[in-house]
């Protein structure tokens, strides 16, 4: 296998700071390494590579550990291995890689022991008569005894092989072991219907990871943000999505957070956010500037005023007032009558992670100080302050009615918590009859129920194999929608705590959510597209 460069090392552990949350360490990182300068192109590394090498690299040393002394072919295996496949590939398909390789190595070296034969032969043919019979009964000989070693060497490669899978599926077992590890989950059902490819709609033209969609609280428009410094605005048709494409595709618009040159990383799409009528669309992005867009994909206003990328925006019930949260430790209020800056507030001490309205007035703020602070227009220091957490705060979220306010982070658990979403039900929603829950979703690969009133767990989801990034409620608040570094979204049931709907694509989900009637669903993946699949029970 192929050593690992000094500026790859670094653009892994790049990617693994902004998986893990850890931004203001990633763009420190990513600034002094030079990493936009190394020329590793980003979509070919899929989520979680680090994490991947290091956990392929214990499978390496638990198989070479148990490994008998006489199975030399082991190392020679891995050899044949490049670093990407080992990243990328499962171990059957690495199996099958090896073995391919094996073959065509086998072959290589028998055309090569041809052509030495070959030139025996003539050389013998030049040779005397006695001379030439002595070495032809010489020959007979050596054939008879390789042929016995050929026999020998099969029955020894049939049992190294039976070994070595019984091996590779003992760590395999160990690993799903772990990965089930924590609070005793709720049993996963074995009857979810499997979504077909042929019943979604994927939703191509984004050059880069796809890390954030939305739709449109007006109709049937859904925002995209992406990696290849735009967003996009998809038109989706009436009618059953497996047909979407055929019949009538998807109109777009694409909305360009550059000028002239393409692909610059410095403006990645990171966040986006409509406003309560569905007519404007605001966007933020790595070069720190807010940009405000209409339905049609026209760009309307563009806000500057942070010194660092934008992580996080909110438009408040009203719409007369956009909240944005930056790297450069700052939120700030704009007046969307003027698009003037209303207010910045200066409280946090590092970068800004998330900002959530409480209501048309108020709102809170989270960042990497482990700090929580609830703010006011007009007031000059912070209304509330939490201190909590004993490590940065990865999100926050008000309640529907506005009185309480959830916030994660890594040091629950020792498990990172990456996001949060309260139900749409309970009083303030319309869904007043049902109960409150609160949804987490943790790198440890779970999905956790919460009953609000009492703080106790119903359920503990363990359906995914990879972390968790995205969960989403449906608007009646009956089924949860979640997304996974594993390629797979689940549909679940509140209710009764069990998978009713599956679909596995083909990257890292970073984000899923419903359309306003709750009849279809939307996914954005690592793979660059953006997948569309109806939901009817």
Known sequence: MGAITSAELNFLIFRYLQESGFIHAAFTLGYEAGIHKGGIDGNLVPPGALITIVQKGLQYIELEANTDENDEDLAKDFALLEPLEIITKNVEELQQIVKKRKREKTQSDRDKDKGKEKERMEEHERRPGGERERERHDQEKELEKEKDRAERDRDQDKEKEKLHTERIDRVKAEEDSLAGGGPTPMDVSTTAHEISSADVTVLEGHSSEVFACAWSPAGSLLASGSGDSTARIWTIPDGPCGSITQSSPPGVHVLKHFKGRTNEKSKDVTTLDWNGEGTLLATGSYDGQARIWNSDGELKQTLFKHKGPIFSLKWNKKGDFLLSGSVDKTAIVWDTKTWECKQQFEFHSAPTLDVDWRNNNSFATCSTDNMIYVCKIGDQRPVKSFSGHQSEVNAIKWDPTGSLLA?????????????????????????????????????????????????????????????????????????????????????????????????RGSGGIFEVCWNKEGSKIAACFSNNTVCLMDFRM
């Open 407 to 503: 916030s994660c982070s890594d040091d629950w658990t020792a498990k990172e918590i990456y996001t949060i979403r309260w139900s749409p039900t309970g009083p303030g929603t319309n869904n007043p009859n049902q109960q409150l829950l609160l949804a987490s979703a943790s790198f440890d690969s779970t999905i956790k129920l919460w009953e609000v009133e009492q703080g106790r767990l119903l359920y503990s989801l363990a359906g995914h194999r990879q972390p968790v990034y995205s969960v989403a409620f449906s608007p009646g608040g009956e089924y949860l929608a979640s997304g996974s570094l594993d390629q797979c979204l689940h549909i679940w049931s509140v209710k009764e705590g069990r998978i009713l709907k599956t679909y």
